[in-house]
């Protein structure tokens, strides 16, 4: 493994690419818009800082000086522009002076510190993008300015990775991808065959306790899911993808990009495929709302995949959107597609994507339809793992007790929502950037997602060692329906004594004018319980099928569990039998929810904000339909119609279709019947096959 060798573009890579500079093409506007980042760099004053809090302008000077030195040893064997060789050699130069008289960096944070950062995992990320800088730029340096950057910066981060912080090292999480990534990249640009080898096969050389080939078996499932989730998904693609790549170079005999039957190319695949039409990413576990296919992991996803598995027009459509490209070979081919190919009309399929290392632990499952308005609907269901493996460390803890979740999406928007995470990521005011204490006492709770809370309790009472032991079963997944498209599941052990199924049909009728969602929530059980089906979403309330009772002072709708979050705000009783409808409207689009209830109930219109003294929780609705009993099913009809432009004053169809929805049969070892009536055109009854192995639906007249 010789370390003069290239580690991601070669000198024919880097000739290439420097033509780019003068052209008009992504990969052109890539490389300058790179250049003006390094010209701001270049042109402010050399800084680098000590120790600072997480988020504090010391870290984000840190972290600007790793990404713009790792720009600028890039742009040199591109440009041969000897200012940036001469920056990444002094900055480097000066992080080895100061870096063997730093300490633990102040930390407020459950992991360990770095020097220069609140949490190792910070500090292997500079690691990486330094070790990758100084590569660049070794061969123009003198022997004392290698001696001093090699043994004073790199070895020493590379020996508190290891030794100091060892347990960090090996841990299998999305940490771990970065330390083993960064130590290993390291390695190869030092020419160390050990810490190669520390890094790929982890400390004890099992490629069990740790180590990169640990990651790649244990994280992933057998579909390419990330167990953390994709928000984490999305973050450790992009060492898996850089270390994945020098591996290939400098160790071409493990042929990475076919291991495990190509299971980085289906990580790759199965982030895009779960993301929604607009790019941004379900937030399943702990995630942030506002993350989507723009992050680095997923534009270097691209251009690899691209370069190792072979042009497809989807990841073109893709790095058209994303508007910038990884530069390397990959993306050099993908820009000249780019430039003689029109953009495809496929896009990402309805998709199951099982969990488990086997497939063996549920799933998640996406439906996507494209309507005659060409607008992108979809829906995803998610029944697959907790988010952690049982007996394992502490830090696979971003799983949420949100078992059969449901997310809408059309109009360009999530209308139906996940909260995501409690956390403002780098923000040191609040909780030191860290995950706020809501995010535990709301965020990760049952009643926070689009799913059914018993007895305002939380699933698997937020043990999630308890939560590792169960998954969902698939019951049914069609895409091949003449009517639309179906999913369904089942949830078992979540509750005590209650069994679960969810069936969600995605249906293109022509009494809507966008694709009618049936919702069928069925819990069972030998006991009296009460059940709560959320709704969350955002916007403003329009309409209701009854009056609502408005509390004149608004109290928390309960104590524990998450529900201490939610204004109790309004009630509306809903008599045996009867419909409980609610419109709202997000953005531009209506949106009516038509539930019945055949025990009867009530319609509780909620707020986050409850219990909140910081206000860490953002202000958003929830609606919660309640009723009581042993076996019960919601039904409920989900529909987008109209339009609402407040400029021009103009409202459109602001009532829905859906007259009432009534539960015809209701056996859950055999059959659902549900009848859908409409303001318009003929009433429709939709059967469901409950029978194990047997799963089928049916859509016909009345």
């Excluded at 200012?83 to 944070?109: F, G, M, N, T, W």
Aim: charged share 20%.
């Amino acid at each position: 493994m010789p370390a003069c060798s290239p580690l991601f573009i070669d000198n024919d890579d880097a000739a290439a690419l420097r033509i780019h500079l003068k052209r008009h093409s992504l990969l052109g506007d890539t490389l300058r818009h790179q250049q003006q980042q390094v010209e701001q760099w270049l042109n402010a004053p050399l800084s680098v800082p000590g120790h600072g809090e997480g988020g504090g302008p010391e870290h984000a000077q840190h972290k600007l000086n790793y990404q713009m030195m790792n720009l600028a040893g890039r742009l040199w064997l591109i440009t041969h522009d000897a200012r940036y060789k001469e920056r990444v050699i002094q900055i480097l130069s000066a992080y080895a002076d100061l870096y063997p008289q730093l300490s633990d960096a102040i930390s407020h944070d459950s992991n360990p510190p770095g020097r220069l950062f609140h949490q190792t995992l910070n500090e292997h990320m500079f690691l990486l993008y330094a070790a990758e800088a100084w590569h660049c730029v070794k061969a123009e340096s003198t022997p004392q300015q290698i001696q001093n950057i090699e043994n004073n910066l790199l070895r020493l981060m590379v020996h508190d990775a290891t030794h100091t912080h060892a347990a960090t090292f090996d841990i299998v999480h999305n940490h771990g991808m970065w330390s083993v990534a960064a130590v290993a990249i390291c390695g190869y640009v030092l020419g160390d065959d050990e810490m190669v080898r520390d890094s790929l096969y982890g400390l004890a050389r099992d490629s069990v306790s740790g180590g990169f080939f640990a990651q790649l078996d244990q994280l992933f499932s057998c579909d390419g899911y990330y167990i953390e989730g994709l928000y984490y998904q999305r973050f450790a693609l992009r060492p898996l993808l850089l270390l994945a790549e020098a591996i290939s170079r400098r160790q071409p005999e493990l042929d990475i990009w076919e291991y495990g039957q190509r299971i980085i190319q289906r990580a790759c695949y199965t982030l895009f495929a779960l993301a929604f039409p607009d790019g941004t990413m379900p937030a399943l576990n702990d995630a942030s709302k506002t993350m989507d296919l723009r992050d680095e992991g997923a534009v270097i996803a691209v251009s690899l995949c691209w370069q190792h598995y072979g042009a497809d027009s989807r990841l073109a459509e893709l790095a058209r959107w994303q508007s910038t490209v990884w530069p390397g070979r990959g993306a050099l081919s993908l820009c000249d597609h780019l430039e003689t190919s029109p953009p495809p009309s496929s896009s990402w399929p309805s998709q199951l994507v099982r969990d488990g290392q086997e497939g063996e632990r549920g799933a998640i499952g996406v439906l996507r339809v494209r309507d005659n308005q060409q607008d992108d609907n979809m829906a995803l269901m998610y029944w697959g793992g907790h988010g952690n493996i049982a007996g394992m460390h502490s830090a696979l803890n971003h799983g949420h007790f949100d078992g059969l979740h449901l997310s809408l999406f059309n109009r360009g928007r999530e209308f139906l929502r996940d909260y995501g995470f409690g956390r403002w990521v780098n923000i040191e005011p609040k909780f030191g950037g860290r995950y706020i204490p809501e995010n535990n006492s709301y965020c990760k709770q049952t009643v926070a997602h689009n799913t059914v809370v018993v007895d305002e309790g939380c699933q698997h009472y937020f043990d999630k060692d308890q939560a590792a032991l169960h998954h969902g079963e698939t019951h049914f997944f069609i895409t091949d329906n003449p009517h639309g498209q179906g999913m369904s599941a089942r949830c078992d052990g979540y509750w005590p004594g209650v069994r679960q199924q969810r069936t969600v049909l995605l249906l293109n009728l022509p009494q809507c004018e966008k694709p009618l969602v049936l919702d069928l929530f069925s819990l069972s059980s030998s006991d009296q319980h009460q059940y709560d089906y959320c709704l969350h979403g955002r916007g403003q309330l329009i309409n209701s099928s009854m009056p609502l009772n408005s509390n004149k002072s608004w109290q928390p709708l309960g104590e524990k569990n998450g529900y201490q979050h939610l204004w109790d705000c309004a009630r509306g009783e809903i008599i045996n039998g009867e419909n409980g409808q609610l419109t709202w409207l997000d953005g531009d689009t209506f949106y009516t929810a038509t539930g019945a209830l055949p025990n009867g109930g009530e319609l509780i219109v909620a707020q986050t904000g409850a219990s909140d003294p910081n206000f860490n929780l953002r202000v958003e609705p929830a609606w919660l339909w309640r009723t009581h009993g042993d076996n019960v099913l919601f039904a409920t009809a989900i529909e987008s119609h109209g339009y609402f432009d407040e400029a021009s004053e103009t409202s459109r169809n602001a009532r829905g279709q859906v007259k009432r929805v009534e539960v015809l049969e209701h056996d859950l070892n055999a059959q659902t019947k549900v009848a859908i009536y409409f303001a318009e055109g003929e009433a429709l009854e939709i059967r469901v096959d409950n029978r194990p192995g047997f799963g089928q639906f049916s859509v016909q007249p009345l």
